[in-house]
């Protein structure tokens, strides 16, 4: 075939058969929740908000003060397996320290 002809540019280019959609999703991501208690002592919440949440003393504060208040507390949000890894080391804590402190993780 005359490659100049009309119909016929003589270059043809290869095009996906599938659009590819650049994917960058998003992580799914959950709230790890403290909750309000009569037993555990503010002290050991704070103290948990820093070593396990790296919060500073001061927001630390306030998140306990919130979970105190309203019954309970969002004291991070993160990926699953990292929630998940801040909830043991939480509920490890209160256990050895024989408070029931109650920790728990919910999609965002
Ligand atoms: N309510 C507890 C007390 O008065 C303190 C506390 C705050 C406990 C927050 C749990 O998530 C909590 N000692």
Do not use: W
């Not at 709230?31 to 208690?37: A, C, G, Q, S, W």
């Not at 699953?80 to 965002?108: S, Y």
């Amino acid at each position: 075939m005359n490659p100049k002809h009309k119909e016929d540019p003589g270059v043809t280019t290869a095009e996906p058969k599938t659009r590819t959609k650049p994917k960058l999703e998003r992580p799914k991501l959950y709230k790890v929740l403290l909750h309000n208690d009569d037993y555990t002592p503010m002290e050991f919440v704070v103290l948990v908000l820093v070593n396990v949440f790296h919060k500073s003393e001061s927001d630390a504060t306030s998140i306990m003060l919130h979970a105190h208040t309203r019954g309970y507390a969002v004291a991070g949000v993160y990926t699953f397996e990292v929630a998940e890894t801040k909830v043991a080391e939480t509920l490890k804590l209160a256990e050895q320290a024989q408070f029931p402190l109650l920790c728990t993780m919910e999609p965002e």
